[in-house]
T-cell receptor, first 112, second 111 residues
Framework: NAGVTQTPKFQVLKTGQSMTLQCAQD?????MYWYRQDPGMGLRLIYY???????DKGEVPNGYNVSRLNKREFSLRLESAAPSQTSVYFC???????????FGDGTRLSIL | AQSVTQLDSQVPVFEEAPVELRCNYS??????LFWYVQYPNQGLQLLLK??????LVKGINGFEAEFNKSQTSFHLRKPSVHISDTAEYFC?????????FGQGTELSVKP
């Protein structure tokens, strides 16, 4: 039972490089989310997709873009990485908006 | 503004002792409340949820939480902790379709 799968698990980038974080879920969930986790700040929502074909900004969207490729997949792109984007990124999904979310194991991203 | 505050950033306890992790929320509308647990190098797992009904909610691993509307609190409790409960715990509420998380409480259980 895979649940939510994130790739890669670790990545190191140089400032200015671009990168796409991949996320896929096999639970037939409608809603998907991207968060970043920083020490002492909990999780902050970057973008979410309430259903296939829609995306909306969360609390901290600047510097990121997302694509809901299909019902299963929701990718997060950093067009020009900055050191402030060093963080652990989590993807999550839920049956619909407002329902409990299931999380992937995270992508640890360092930007030098 | 909607927010969640976890009142303790770190809680050290001895094995088999009781523990309470405190959470207060601020919202002007009805809320759904959650506690999640994060073990090292893993994602978050749902411990328990309050959607409606009984204010005492039981979750996995022997945890429970009580919703108190008048005090806008949703504290997490366990009567006897184990070493394996060492993890970070997050309180969250669903507002406007999005989860709003507290800053997290690091529970450290010592032998």
């Amino acid at each position: 039972n895979a649940g939510v799968t994130q790739t890669p698990k670790f990545q190191v980038l140089k400032t200015g490089q671009s990168m796409t974080l991949q996320c896929a879920q096999d639970m037939n969930h409608n809603s998907m989310y991207w968060y970043r986790q920083d020490p002492g700040m909990g999780l902050r929502l970057i973008y979410y997709s309430a259903s296939e074909g829609t995306t909306d900004k969360g609390e901290v969207p600047n510097g990121y873009n997302v694509s809901r490729l299909n019902k299963r997949e929701f990718s997060l792109r950093l067009e020009s990485a900055a050191p402030s984007q060093t963080s652990v990124y989590f993807c999550a999904s839920s049956e619909t908006i407002g329902q409990p979310q299931h999380f992937g194991d995270g992508t640890r991203l360092s930007i030098l | 503004a909607q927010s969640v505050t976890q009142l303790d950033s770190q809680v050290p306890v001895f094995e088999e002792a009781p523990v309470e992790l405190r959470c207060n929320y601020s919202s002007s509308v009805s809320v759904y409340l959650f506690w999640y647990v994060q073990y090292p190098n893993q994602g978050l797992q749902l411990l328990l949820k309050y959607l409606s009904g009984s204010t005492l909610v039981k979750g996995i691993n022997g945890f429970e939480a009580e919703f108190n509307k008048s005090q806008t609190s949703f504290h997490l409790r366990k009567p006897s902790v184990h070493i394996s409960d060492t993890a970070e715990y997050f309180c969250a509420f669903e507002g406007g379709g999005k989860l709003i998380f507290g800053q997290g409480t690091e529970l450290s259980v010592k032998p």
